[in-house]
């Protein structure tokens, strides 16, 4: 056994090592000690998604720092997901809030799925629902009669895209289609070829009229084939300057990692012709749990265009989130050009549409997602908050003009119409500062340090013995409780009726207190050095031991009916407790927090 090897041995020496019994042991937690053992699932059953040879990839260097193109596929995608698809009030309600929210193209529909699908879209063109500068979009198979269908649902719209998709995937032509590549390939270009016939016999040369080809479960097909297939639909379209082609990539079933669905984007704008004339775009699916990563990674990756829904609604585990791609931008500082400022209406304009909730924690828009019931979380949003307050007073600017930076909350939760209210709650788990964010907010008491403390113990007694969360009216009524005592709520020993100051012959104060002690009127009487002195002399004649430890004091609110909070630390008979006072005169404010101690010791 070398030296080093010896146990118990340090390798630090000299006047910076740490001495004591057990310095250098082994740990009793290592990575040899800790062996998971063997599932028993049947893993043979499933490979590893393919690797993309692209050893000199440029995305991980990449920014986003614009918005892409969206596209919102909630009434087509999300919508056939659902348990009770949407009626037709249901789909206006939603149109119409992606429009307001600033959605530029929207899938509609499936118009040769059944009439209720070409139904909507014929309402929203003849009402004249859809503005001049959005772009709808209707989905299709690659079938003539189903072609044909689709751009008739279109007749009169100002600017409208068919989508037409046919799946790619090996898996399919194996089994759905049992047929070869080139078989699968010309579905595509035939099918493209019947869009430009239809549209060009039935639409007129007032529609503004687009082309979109996705490849169905691109994640699932060979690269090499989907350039093909996407080579041969545009073979057909001929994209060129003021004709572009949307090219969909869509991660139908998501099977790989963000960072190989990345590989896979920059594979294919790499190596598809006439790139300047084709919009890239994203489709993910959550089946991993990692769309918004995937879709995010593939922007980096050179895609344009990214399609989703709101919240994540569609097929399975849903498609990507629009709401957490656009505001994950904003919290980076780059406008998303969506408008999620009222983002309550839009959660429950999404969940009557849906009839679905949107769960409590869903990032961004959840009641839980600004709400920390941690006290260390709680204690740190506070103080995040007192110093942002600070730092915009010291620039002269408010706290919207400066950067924003408060511990746990990556956005200011006011951008999003939401108040602060909701931002700490309190349970068993809650401490201080939680509490005193509460008080402060709701009620402009600003409790010094140890009083939170104090106070805090009551809080947590409370939710020890009754469990769950303590609401702030709770909270409030509790404070009361122990230290304020309210016309329908009095108690303890001693009640202040009035006060009055003079100054004695010798420069000292001297005050007359009338007061209810015991339960009978009497007049206190002292003398000292400032009223506090003096009140704490007077106390004394009814046998009342009271040292002053601790005092604070601050306005509640501006103006000529503003009212002051005084808090008192004493110590009183052995006892050390605090006491708070609030009164329009200061003075009284400060004697109410000395009755409110006093009370408080002998309750």
């Known amino acids: 056994m070398t030296h080093s090897d010896t146990p118990g041995h340090s390798e630090t020496s000299g006047p910076d090592a740490i001495s004591g019994d057990g310095v250098g042991r082994p740990t009793p937690i290592t990575a040899a000690s800790v062996t998971q053992r063997p599932s028993g699932m049947p893993i043979h059953k499933y490979g590893p998604y393919e690797a993309v040879d692209i050893p000199d990839r440029t995305w991980p260097d990449n920014r986003i720092t614009v918005a892409p193109r969206w596209l919102s596929t909630d009434l087509r995608d999300g919508n056939q997901a659902l348990i009770d698809p949407m009626s037709p009030a249901r789909k206006r309600e939603m149109f119409d809030l992606l429009v307001r929210m600033g959605y530029k193209e929207i899938e509609v529909g499936f118009p040769s799925s059944g009439q209720t699908d070409f139904d909507f879209v014929r309402s929203i063109i003849e009402e004249g629902a859809i503005p001049e500068d959005v772009t709808i979009s209707v989905l299709t198979q690659a079938r003539e009669e189903l072609i044909e269908r689709t751009v008739e649902s279109l007749r009169g719209a100002h600017k409208a895209t068919v989508h037409l998709y046919n799946a790619t995937a090996p898996t399919f032509r194996r089994v759905v289609f049992r047929g070869t590549r080139e078989q699968v390939k010309q579905i595509a270009v035939d099918g493209t070829r019947l869009v430009v016939e239809y549209a060009d016999k039935i639409l007129g040369g007032d529609t503004v009229f687009g082309y979109q080809y996705s490849p169905e479960i691109f994640t699932d097909t060979e690269l090499d084939f989907a350039l093909e297939v996407c080579e041969g639909v545009m073979d057909v379209w001929q994209p060129e300057e003021g004709r572009e082609i949307i090219l969909n990539l869509p991660a139908t079933v998501e099977r790989s990692t963000p960072s190989t669905h990345a590989d896979r984007f920059e ?219 309210t016309e329908d709520n009095r108690w303890g020993r001693i009640s202040l009726r009035s006060a009055q100051t003079s100054t004695t012959s010798e420069g000292t104060d001297a005050l007359t207190v009338e007061a209810v002690v015991d339960g009978a009127g009497t007049v206190l009487t002292g003398t000292g050095n400032g009223p506090l002195a003096a009140f704490f002399d007077a106390l004394a004649a009814i046998d009342v031991d009271v040292r002053l430890l601790d005092y604070s004091e601050h306005t509640l609110s501006e103006g000529a009916a503003s009212q002051a909070a005084a808090y008192i630390e004493c110590a009183i008979d052995g006892q050390v407790l605090w006491g708070v006072g609030i009164d329009a005169n200061i003075v009284r404010a400060s004697l109410k927090a000395v009755v409110s101690a006093v009370n408080r010791a002998r309750r």
């Open 267 to 485: 594979w294919m704008s790499r190596h598809l012709s006439r790139r300047e004339h084709i919009c890239l775009s994203v489709h993910p699916h959550n089946d991993r749990g990692t769309a918004v990563a995937a879709a995010e990674l593939a922007i980096m990756a050179g895609a344009d265009r990214i399609e989703g829904c709101l919240f994540g609604q569609g097929e399975r585990t849903g498609n990507v989130d629009l709401v957490t791609l656009g505001m994950n931008l904003f919290s980076q500082g780059v406008d998303p050009q969506i408008d999620f400022s009222q983002i309550d209406e839009i959660r429950r304009t999404a969940e009557y549409c849906n009839q679905m909730e949107i769960h409590p924690r869903h990032p961004y828009a959840g009641d839980l997602v600004y709400t920390a019931f941690s006290g260390s979380h709680q204690d740190a949003i506070k103080k995040g908050f007192e110093a942002l307050e600070a730092s915009a007073a010291e620039q002269g600017k408010t706290v919207d003009e400066i950067e924003w930076a408060v511990p746990y909350l990556p956005i200011d939760p006011k951008d999003v119409g939401r108040s602060y209210e909701a931002v700490i709650r309190v349970n068993s788990q809650s401490g201080k500062g939680g509490i005193a964010y509460v008080l402060k907010n709701d009620h402009n008491l600003d409790l010094p340090r140890r009083m939170q403390i104090e106070f805090s113990k009551t809080i947590q007694a409370k939710t020890d013995a009754e469990g769950g969360e303590v609401t702030p009216g709770q909270i409030w009524a509790a404070f009361q409780d122990e230290y304020l005592p």
